[in-house]
Nanobody, 113 residues
Framework: QVQLVESGGGLVQPGGSLRLSCAAS????????MGWVRQAPGKGLEWVSS????????NYADSVGGRFIMSRDNANSTLYLQMNDLKPEDTAVYYC??????RGQGTQVTVSS
């Protein structure tokens, strides 16, 4: 059974940083592209970033490019999202997802002074 468990969210001031983690289990993590998506209050799901199987190639939404860094540790089946220079518009529930559409329960990120 696929399980994706996000952690690392919280309340941070504008300009601050957070590092999200996603622990994967129930499947062969290294065989799948992975991604992060987010959902802001009252809005739909927004793709944030994705990473290839080996972690050598990443892609980012224009809204987060240059501020967020996605990485993966295949040995430990863990996905990361380093978020820097956070802005109030980054406030959302962040989900990790595999390329089959499975998602975790999400972790709340709130950027506010």
């Amino acid at each position: 059974q696929v399980q994706l468990v996000e952690s690392g969210g919280g309340l941070v001031q504008p300009g601050g940083s957070l590092r999200l983690s996603c622990a994967a289990s129930g499947f062969t993590f290294q065989n799948y592209f992975m991604g992060w998506v987010r959902q802001a209050p009252g809005k739909g799901l927004e793709w944030v970033s994705s990473i290839n199987k080996k972690g050598g190639r990443t892609n980012y939404a224009d809204s987060v490019g240059g501020r967020f860094i996605m990485s993966r540790d295949n040995a430990n089946s863990t996905l990361y999202l380093q978020m820097n220079d956070l802005k109030p518009e980054d406030t959302a529930v962040y989900y990790c997802a595999d390329d089959r559409g499975h998602r975790g329960q999400g972790t709340q990120v709130t950027v506010s002074s």
